[in-house]
């Protein structure tokens, strides 16, 4: 939709004037209010100071509403009707932010970052009227509902012959206990015929026992995943467990970073002499001397070779 002439004039008046600092701004105001009253025209059946037969009623004044978008505070008018209510579309009810803020709002929460911060940052975009806590808290309220719907959808659609499994512990603020605390976090990715990757399914528990592994895999399963041949992952013996139960047609191997990183932690170093490991930690491992270490000589050797040798 074209915007009218009148509203270009106006921009480029306070442009040139100097009234026009933030074009950016000013613009998004002037095209989100054009299409409100574009709306309220069809709804109306008749524009401004307009007699047609299709009218169906009248306009009665207009509302203030505030928009918080990425480039500011926008501040809008909402027509007012005689007969019956009407809100534009491209507004929601319940929510001052626009889209883009909104993802805004979520990915910083997301990352850590305060309530507060969270306002501040607002603040910091150009925003007047900022944001509540409370409003933060809600907003953030449909990140649950979109992560179990990614954790429920089914899992039928195609076949994972290959699937990794993978846990990491992260800190967790747990609402019950009201302290952080160290929790397992376990991934399954999987593999399709044709090369392609998917998350399959995540989940959240105090350790890697074999109970915890076991419901994990159940429900994928019971999501509809199928036709596994091969499952990689480390050799964790809770794990291992319940791979027999829910996957007992499938193989396993041990994962290759995994099988490294215990490689290298029995490689001899270079540096020290090597300890067998049933020496346990209360055996520190001794610090080679310098007559020990390759390439060096100590002086008392140097003497001795000395008197041998003659003069």
């Not at 012959?161 to 160290?182: C, I, K, M, N, W």
Request: charged residues 25%; aromatic residues 6%.
């Amino acid at each position: 939709m074209a915007l009218p002439q009148s509203a270009l004039t106006e921009l480029l008046e306070a442009f040139r004037t100097g009234e026009g600092v933030n074009l950016i701004q000013d613009a998004v105001t002037v095209a989100l209010q054009e299409l409100i009253e574009a709306e309220a025209t069809q709804v109306i059946g008749a524009g401004r100071y307009e007699r047609t037969e299709e009218r169906r009623t009248e306009r009665n004044g207009s509302r203030p509403r505030v928009l918080t978008t990425t480039t500011g505070d926008v501040q809008l008018r909402i027509p007012k009707l005689r007969k019956g209510t009407f809100f534009p579309s491209i507004l929601n009810p319940r929510r001052r932010i626009d889209q883009a803020l909104y993802a805004v709002v979520m990915e910083a929460y997301v990352n850590g970052v305060s309530t507060r911060a969270v306002d501040d940052l607002v603040a910091a975009m150009g925003s007047d009227t900022g944001i509540s806590k409370s409003e933060v808290s809600r907003i953030c309220a449909g990140l649950d509902e979109m992560v179990a719907a990614f954790r429920t959808r089914t899992l039928g659609h195609t076949r994972f012959p290959y699937v990794f499994l993978d846990a990491t512990y992260l800190h967790v603020r747990e609402a019950s206990r009201g302290q952080v605390v160290s929790q397992a976090v376990v991934v399954a990715t999987g593999v399709t015929e044709d090369g392609g990757r998917e998350i399959l399914g995540l989940d959240v528990g105090d350790s890697e026992d074999e109970t915890f592994w076991r419901a994990f895999l159940t429900s994928l399963r019971s999501r509809g995943l199928g036709g596994v041949q091969l499952v990689i992952s480390d050799q964790h013996a809770g794990l291992v467990k319940a791979l027999t139960r829910c996957f007992a047609g499938a193989a396993h191997q041990r994962c290759r970073v995994h099988f490294a990183g215990t490689c290298s932690r029995w490689c001899r170093s270079p540096t020290r002499t090597w300890s067998p490991p049933c020496s346990g930690p209360s055996s520190p491992t001794p610090t080679p001397t310098r007559s020990q270490r390759p390439g060096t000589t100590s002086a008392t050797s140097c003497r001795l070779a000395s008197r041998r040798s003659g003069p």
